[in-house]
């Protein structure tokens, strides 16, 4: 459902680092506040009244923009509806309660149960047993006041006679409070079948869709979802704190817009991470400067391999990001074939060839970044040149960025157990090295499947910087970075940035910001371009707050690019532009 544009900016209001928990700190904070004393269910019917109160001023919105969409019909007041899908545990209990503070608003009211037995009795579970209590309490607190009820299950045996969905579950909005942060494992029988119902049913009748605490079906700390089946919310009400599976991996796609429902103070839990929204301002330049104070980039890549094919749009698409962050001078590296198209579409840039071993050598001395991989290749002359030259950059003290082929190779020298990873994660203690994977690139460095790095991405990063050291950025929807052992998310960036060559942006984003010594937070300026990257990839398909006309290169003609066809060489315009309203 579009959501009106109150609702939207209730979500995106603040611009403000924001601290992100794993279900694991989230039931310690609540233990915390009961140990004070202060009861559970209490803590759960505040909750519920809270959220109970949201729903009926989000459906007001709603529906005042259906109104005003529609000036010339005549509307007939009618009653509110909501038909709220209830798990076993504290979750259901929260839509229970939900379900019956509504009812006493005036809402007509349908709760729909899954995996609860009958009226009187919620699964037991041999490990939550004050949990189910306080569920089972709710339920009997709606049950009280006539709720109107039915088991899924018993819908389901009706469906199965090839029914369509029963019309008592129209409503104006759709609950789902089937699970919280309790899920651990994928749905299974009735609750994965009720997933799918609530999903298809809600978009049939086009009701707006409510998650309590998470979109059930994701998991909250890691932002997995089982077999690509969540409930596909429009608003998620994150209750006590911010979950970190909100916003990684499939977290964004399915939550909606995020409304916090922050019910009680906590202060002592360290953050599992913390979400980056926006740039940090960036300093104007200083006037008496000249290009030497802005570094000086050499980006190594864009090989052509003996016969085959050739990447030299890498380097260059590296190094007109680069370029385009401010960064003083750049110099690229790569095969003799590209340097002509390189100097076409970056007279700006310098060239030098990538074989030319002793010359790469000898700029890498004087260069003030070194960014290699982008395009390097994986073969035997590669591996040896990539192996000359980042042992180079470590004995004359460079920052490196490493991408792309770089890790390729960074992986085959783990696994020959090569003296040279020791030597890296030594020097980047006190040299910064940041290393940019993405999950294909991450499996390889760790020696796993590309799943297991997908369904728990924070330990992979984790992982990556234990072994090999250094700054690491994890990339993909909801990108993670480890800057100096503290964890971020990147909130911003869309699936349109999904397309060849966008991590050779970043790369260059990363070397530009990292050479120029007047932004000299090292720790912030890799978490500064990765947001600055992902909003210059928002800005252009129109969905951040940065707002600029895009023109087509060749006619002028103002455009309108969506996320199917953005290209990695429209961003570094975007970048640029991005660059710029940070420095206001
Ligand atoms: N504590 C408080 O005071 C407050 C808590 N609050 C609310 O509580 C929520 C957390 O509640 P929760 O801990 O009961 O977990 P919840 O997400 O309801 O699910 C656990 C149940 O689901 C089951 N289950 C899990 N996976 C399953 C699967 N795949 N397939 C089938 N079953 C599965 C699991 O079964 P078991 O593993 O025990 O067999 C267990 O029965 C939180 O998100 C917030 O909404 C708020 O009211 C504020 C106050
Ligand atoms: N769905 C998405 N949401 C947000 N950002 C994305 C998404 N898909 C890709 N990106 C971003 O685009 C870039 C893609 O990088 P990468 O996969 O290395 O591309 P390539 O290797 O082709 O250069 C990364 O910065 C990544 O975070």
């Known amino acids: 459902m579009q959501l009106p544009m109150q609702i939207t900016a209730q979500c995106s209001r603040s611009s403000l680092p924001i601290a992100l928990y794993n279900s694991k700190q989230v039931y310690a904070i609540e233990q915390a506040w009961f140990a004070q004393g202060y009861d559970s269910f209490g803590l759960m019917q505040q909750a519920a009244w809270q959220m109970a109160q949201r729903i009926i001023l989000l459906y007001q919105q709603v529906k005042t923009q259906a109104k005003s969409k529609a000036k010339h019909h005549n509307h007939k007041v009618s009653q509110p509806s909501a038909c709220v899908w209830v798990g076993q545990g504290n979750n259901g209990g929260d839509g229970w309660l939900i379900a019956h503070y509504l009812q006493q608003a005036g809402w007509q009211v349908q709760v729909i149960t899954v995996g609860i037995e009958n ?98 079906g994701l998991v909250a700390s890691t932002g997995q979802v089982f077999e690509g089946l969540a409930i596909q919310a429009d608003i998620t009400l994150c209750l006590i704190a911010r979950k970190f599976g909100l916003h990684t991996k499939d977290g964004m796609g399915f939550s909606g817009k995020v409304i916090d429902i922050p019910l009680i103070p906590f202060a002592s839990i360290e953050p599992a991470a913390i979400l980056l929204k926006d740039g940090q301002h960036l300093t104007p330049r200083c006037q008496n400067s000249y290009k030497g104070s802005y570094g000086h980039v050499l980006v190594v890549g864009g090989n052509r391999i003996d016969g085959s094919q050739g990447m030299g749009g890498a380097a260059i698409l590296t190094s007109s990001s680069a370029m385009a962050t401010g960064a003083g001078k750049i110099t690229v590296a790569c095969h003799q074939a590209f340097h002509g198209a390189l100097l076409s579409s970056l007279p700006d840039a310098m060239t030098i060839d990538l074989h030319e071993q002793e010359s790469v050598e000898h700029l890498i001395k004087s260069a003030s970044v070194v960014a290699i991989g982008m395009g390097l290749g994986r073969d035997e002359k590669a591996k040896i040149l990539f192996t000359r030259y980042l042992k180079a950059a470590i004995a004359h003290n460079k920052t490196l960025i490493i991408d792309a082929d770089g890790l390729y190779h960074l992986a085959a020298l783990q696994r020959d157990k090569n003296e040279l990873i020791t030597q890296l994660r030594e020097y980047s203690k006190t040299h910064n090295v940041c290393l940019t994977p993405h999950s294909g690139e991450a499996a390889k460095l760790l020696d796993k499947k590309i799943s297991a790095i997908e369904n728990d991405r924070s330990s992979a990063i984790h992982q990556c910087a234990n072994i090999y050291g250094g700054n690491w950025v994890l990339k993909g929807a909801g990108s993670l970075i480890l800057a100096q052992g503290q964890l971020y998310v990147c909130g911003a960036g869309n699936a349109g ?88």
Not at 154 to 166: F, S, V
Not at 524 to 549: K, P
């Open 119 to 216: 009226d009187n009795q919620t699964n037991d579970s041999q490990n939550s047993k004050s949990a189910i209590s306080d569920a089972l309490k709710a339920q009997r607190m709606a049950l009280d006041m006539s709720c109107p009820h039915q088991r899924f299950e018993d819908m389901h045996q009706y469906q199965n006679k090839n029914a369509r969905l029963d019309i008592a579950l129209q409503a104006d909005v759709y609950i789902d409070a089937l699970f919280g942060i309790g899920l651990d494992r994928a749905p299974a029988n009735s609750y994965k079948q009720a997933i799918v119902s609530f999903n298809s049913a809600a978009q049939q009748i086009g009701a707006l869709v409510v998650a309590v605490d998470i979109p059930s």
């Open 497 to 584: 940035m999904a397309t060849a060559g966008m991590g050779d942006i970043l790369s260059g984003v990363v070397a530009g910001l990292l050479a120029q010594q007047d932004l000299n937070d090292e720790q912030n300026n890799l978490c500064q371009a990765v947001v600055i990257h992902a909003l210059a990839g928002d800005m252009l398909v129109r969905q951040s707050s940065y707002d600029a006309t895009t023109y087509d290169r060749i006619s002028g003609n103002q455009l309108l690019i969506g996320q199917r066809g953005l290209q990695a060489q429209d961003m570094p315009a975007a970048i640029r532009h991005i660059m710029q309203k940070l420095t206001c």
